[in-house]
Structure formats: structure tokens, C-alpha cells
């Protein structure tokens, strides 16, 4: 088995050596079968050259690491969303995903039609909002352990909506409570930047019921912000759009990168998470593990591997240049079975985006 892993990674390695547009790439990652491994990208949908050759990156990441589904925060269409567009701007540019057996689950952004929640494709089984299990072994309870997403609607937060995720919550006994919807609760975007009254309404909610990380977009870049009272938010914001020095200085980035397009593949392994920022040339980013503050007892973010420490500002650091390696993927992919959750009917599509409610007093 040791001489087939090896001889795979050297076959690996001579096939992004010799394309001219595909560059060697370390994962930084475990890539263990028993982690639960999955993609995140936002603002991804127009469909331009930008998001297509950051697809064609993630297809050869997943060469190396495996990652079984994709959590989509938003705008995943972008303008006219004919059964032409959904071909241009998502079938297409992912079908080598799709072909491996990948699944992607969306949430909705305030470009898009709230309809998308009934396309076969984005697995939101007509809901606006809803939760799945991410599991390296397969389908397992709503009490049980693991990682379980919840998939938000931060368009139009009402009440049943709040109800729902309060209820879902509390019910869940997984050990990893994973977050993701579009607007970022803290961001340094000069253009958007953090969604106070979206805050106020959610991160009560998420204290209350042990959320450990949020994933967001909206701002389209890449930042890492500090751990806010033990929980890791990410705006994962530039899939497939990008506004170069959008990021402001403020003390709470440790790590922003606005420069190019990019992604974040996480690996989730017992108490830790592993993540790896990668840009659309393949440059690694932004690195590290996040240990799950239930069991640290408090929230630690470290470098998995040697090298400085994370910045401590919000300034854009310049790509490092890629490093040609042999990274060892799993020998047989692991096929995560995240399945949505029954959740209550939800309002009716509306064409327009509503002003989000205040957060009621408890």
C-alpha cells in the first residue's frame, strides 16, 4: 500500500508539473479517511473567466485532497437566472466536482432569487433554511456527535426562521456546530464590513447553543478574524468575485488576503479543525488548526506546520510562492453523506430582499 501511495503522489506531482497553468501544491492538511473534509466558497456565480479558473483550481485540489461536499455561502448567482445561467455559471464550471460525486449545499446571498432553494443541485430541498451532518461514516442521528451545518437565511431573519435555528440548536448534539449563510457578523471590508444588526439577532443564539465556527461572504476576499468570544468566523467571499484592497486595518484580522480569487478547504479531525486558504494560481494563503473551544477550553488558533506566526492586522500579505511537493491523498475518497433535516415550511419566495427584522428582547 506504501509503494502504491507513492507511486500515486509521483504520478500526482508529474501531472501539475506539466501543465503550464497548474501549480504544484502542498495540502497542509491531514487528509485522514476518518475526517470529515469539504470545500467553502462564496459569491461565486457570474459565470466570468475569474470563477472558471478558480474551479478548475479547486478540481485539481481535490486530486490531492479529497473533499467530499461544498458549502456555498451566497450569491451563487449573480443577475439573469435562466435554466441557461444555472448552466453557464454553476453546472458548467463545477462539473468536474459533480462528476466525482461531490455535493454542494448553498445558502442564500442578496443577489439571489430566494427560488434557488428549490434547484436540485444547491440540495436545500426547498427550504430557505436547514441543517445537515458532514460525517466521515456515513448518516448518523441529530442527537449524535459529529459536525452538523446549519444553512441560514441572513437575507430575512423572522421569526420562524429564529425559531427553527434556536430549536435546531439546542436539539443538536453534535460536537462541531458549524454556521454558514452570507453576511459576515465580523468583516474589514471597506464595502460591507460587519453586519451589526445581523449580529445582534444571531450571535446570542450561537453563545447560547455552543456554535464553534461561522463560515460568510458578502465581501469578496478572504479574512480569518480572531476568535470572537470562542467562536472562528471566516468570510470566504471571493469563489468568483474580488475587490483588490477592499480589507480596512482593524484589530481584529488574523489573516486577510484580497488579491486574487480564493477558496478554504477544512478538514475536521476529533477536537481540531484544519483549514488551508488557497488563491486561484494555488497558493496557499493562509493556513492553520482551530481546536473546538469545548475542548480546549478556550478558542486556539496555530499554525500546523512551521513558519511565522498568523499577522495580527488586516493588511493583504503577498501570496508566498508555491512549493513543489508530494502530497499523499487518501487511498480510497471518503464519501460524507450529509442529508438536510426536515425543517418547518418556509416563507414565501419573495423577488426582492426584505430589511431584516431587530432582534426581539427575550
Known amino acids: 500500500m506504501t509503494a502504491m501511495r507513492r507511486a500515486r503522489s509521483a504520478a500526482l506531482l508529474f501531472a501539475l508539473l506539466a501543465g503550464p497553468s497548474a501549480l504544484a501544491q502542498t495540502i497542509t492538511l491531514p487528509n485522514k479517511d476518518s475526517g470529515v473534509r469539504f470545500l467553502v ?5 457570474r459565470g466570468d473567466s475569474g470563477q472558471y479558473e478558480t474551479a478548475r483550481m479547486m478540481a485539481t485540489v481535490h486530486g490531492m485532497f479529497p473533499f467530499t461536499f461544498v458549502v456555498m455561502v451566497g450569491d451563487n448567482m449573480y443577475g439573469a437566472d435562466t435554466p441557461g445561467d444555472y448552466v453557464k455559471k454553476f453546472e458548467t464550471p463545477y462539473k468536474p466536482l459533480m462528476d466525482k460525486g461531490v455535493k454542494f449545499y448553498a445558502a442564500l446571498g442578496n443577489h439571489d432569487n430566494p427560488n434557488q432553494r428549490f434547484y436540485k443541485q444547491f440540495n436545500m430541498n426547498g427550504e430557505r433554511f436547514y441543517t445537515f451532518r458532514g460525517s466521515a461514516g456515513g448518516l448518523a442521528k441529530l442527537t449524535e456527535g459529529g459536525v452538523r451545518f ?15 435555528l434556536s430549536k435546531e440548536l439546542a436539539a443538536s448534539g453534535s460536537d462541531w456546530k458549524i454556521c454558514f449563510f452570507h453576511h459576515p457578523l465580523y468583516s474589514s471590508g471597506k464595502t460591507h464590513g460587519s453586519a451589526l444588526e445581523t449580529r445582534a439577532v444571531l450571535e446570542p ?5 455552543n456554535v464553534s465556527v461561522v463560515l460568510a461572504g458578502h465581501d469578496h476576499f478572504y479574512e480569518r478574524i480572531k476568535p470572537q468570544k470562542g467562536i472562528l468566523h471566516f468570510v470566504v467571499g471571493a469563489g468568483g468575485s474580488l475587490r483588490r484592497g477592499d480589507i480596512r486595518r482593524t484589530d481584529m484580522t488574523d489573516k486577510g488576503f484580497d488579491q486574487d480569487y480564493s477558496f478554504m478547504i477544512v478538514e475536521i479531525d476529533g477536537d481540531d479543525m484544519y483549514f488551508q486558504a488557497i488563491s486561484r494560481k494555488g497558493e496557499t494563503v493562509d493556513s492553520g488548526v482551530f481546536k ?3 475542548a480546549a477550553g478556550t478558542a486556539v488558533v496555530a499554525s500546523p506546520t512551521p513558519g511565522p506566526p498568523p499577522r495580527s492586522d488586516d ?14 491523498p487518501s487511498p480510497s475518497p471518503v464519501v460524507a453523506a450529509p442529508s438536510p433535516s426536515p425543517t418547518p415550511a418556509p416563507a414565501k419566495a419573495k423577488s426582492k430582499t426584505k430589511k431584516k427584522k431587530p432582534a426581539k428582547k427575550a
Open 205 to 209: 443564539l450561537f453563545l447560547k447553543d
Open 292 to 294: 473546538r473551544p469545548a
Open 150 to 164: 446549519f444553512a441560514i437565511d441572513s437575507n430575512y431573519l423572522d421569526k420562524s426562521e429564529l425559531d427553527w
Open 315 to 328: 493588511e493583504p500579505s503577498a501570496s508566498p510562492a508555491p512549493v513543489a511537493a508530494a502530497p499523499s
Open 41 to 45: 466558497m462564496g459569491d461565486t456565480g
